[in-house]
């Protein structure tokens, strides 16, 4: 089993920053891909980063050149370094994992979500 446990949301002014941290424990061999996601109340969940475990990272479209995700492999956790957060943004966010555990066999896992709010 692999826990995640989130850090870091809260309740931000427009264009203000906030940085979530992903800690990742359990019956880990290898982590692959690590990422974030988020659901807007009303909307389904949606991707906003992935980075692999070489440390290549992949946006979308609408985080692209305002968010940084980044990762500790010897802390297993990952990083979300939001800047100049819209109203938009408002959502839980949700950190993912990708593991292996000893005996190979392939693990999706999922945080508890945190709660980002951002103010007009």
């Known amino acids: 089993q692999v826990q995640l446990v989130e850090s870091g949301g809260g309740l931000v002014q427009a264009g203000g920053s906030l940085k979530l941290s992903c800690a990742a424990s359990?019956?880990?061999?290898?982590?692959?891909?690590m990422g974030w996601y988020r659901q807007a109340p009303g909307k389904q969940r949606e991707l906003v980063a992935t980075?692999?475990?070489?440390?290549?990272?992949n946006y979308s479209d609408s985080v692209k050149g305002r968010f940084t995700i980044s990762r500790d492999n010897a802390k297993n956790t990952v990083y979300l370094q939001m800047n100049s957060l819209k109203p938009e943004d408002t959502a839980v966010y949700y950190c993912?994992?990708?593991?292996?555990?000893?005996?190979?066999?392939?693990?999706?896992?999922w945080g508890q979500g945190t709660q980002v709010t951002v103010s007009s």
């Open positions: 359990g019956t880990i061999f290898s982590i692959n891909d």
């Open positions: 993912h994992v990708e593991s292996r555990g000893y005996g190979g066999s392939s693990i999706n896992s």
């Open positions: 980075i692999s475990n070489g440390g290549s990272p």
